[in-house]
């Protein structure tokens, strides 16, 4: 079996103790397995040739993680700056990496229109509802993510835009858990689930993207032989 498929059946085995032991209400478990998971995804994306913007993105998300094991608001802070590095990082990645003909330019239209109303629309209704201090910061990465996330479908595709949908999905359960709103049963489980799908499908999806674009093209005799 080749590294990278221990590797993602290590991330797997991290992931089911992750989620089992919040569906449980096992705090031990979560807090020995959140710290694995993106050490091993950067792991097997270094191991699939991945550029290091998107190893970086994976590192500071592992940061933000171990920051917000703690429900010291400093600490959420700080993890909050970790995972906006890391969406500066894709951002990054999708720039140097991507291509601005991932989507029809209409389709491209549409989902900037989307993701801008979202945005709009989450700030204000969250915004009388959360700390004062909290305010402008949650305003301003909200702002950096749904922009990672709207280039990531613009630049990259259907998987790393699904990735990207999920981490605004993620965070803003997190930032209406933080106002104080209605939540999901076992909201963790589901920040998590959410979670763990965005950053997987950025990582695969760009590595996928990446790898079809080094696959040599087939010549016109390769093509008559099929």
């Known amino acids: 079996m080749s590294h990278s498929r221990l590797l993602l059946g290590a991330l797997a085995l991290a992931v089911a103790v992750d989620l089992g032991s919040l ?6 478990g979560h807090t020995v397995a959140k710290p694995l998971l993106m ?4 792991l097997w994306a270094v191991l699939r040739r991945a550029p290091r913007p998107l190893v970086a993105a994976l590192l500071f998300g592992w940061g933000g993680d171990v920051l917000l094991l703690s429900d010291a608001e400093p600490a959420f802070l700080a993890g909050m700056g970790c995972f906006a590095a890391g969406h500066v990082c894709y951002l990054v990645l999708f720039r140097a990496h991507g291509s601005r003909y991932a ?3 209409a389709r491209a239209g549409l989902l900037a229109l989307g993701y801008a109303t979202a945005l709009v629309t989450t700030v204000a209704l969250l915004w009388p509802d959360l700390p004062a201090d909290l305010r402008l910061p949650v305003a301003g990465y909200s702002l950096l993510l749904t922009a990672m996330a709207y280039r990531a479908a613009v630049r990259l595709g259907l998987f790393a835009g699904l990735g990207g949908a999920l981490f ?3 965070d803003t359960l997190i930032a209406t858990g933080v106002a104080d709103w209605p939540q999901p049963p076992v909201p963790n489980f589901w920040i998590m689930l959410t979670y763990i799908a965005a950053q997987v499908l950025l990582a695969g999806g760009t590595i996928e993207a990446l790898n079809a674009r080094r696959a040599p093209a087939a010549t016109y005799g390769e093509m008559r032989a099929v």
């Open 168 to 170: 605004l999905l993620s």
């Open 39 to 42: 050490p091993l995804l950067a």
């Open 23 to 28: 569906a449980a209400g096992f705090d031990a």
């Open 103 to 105: 989507v029809p330019r």
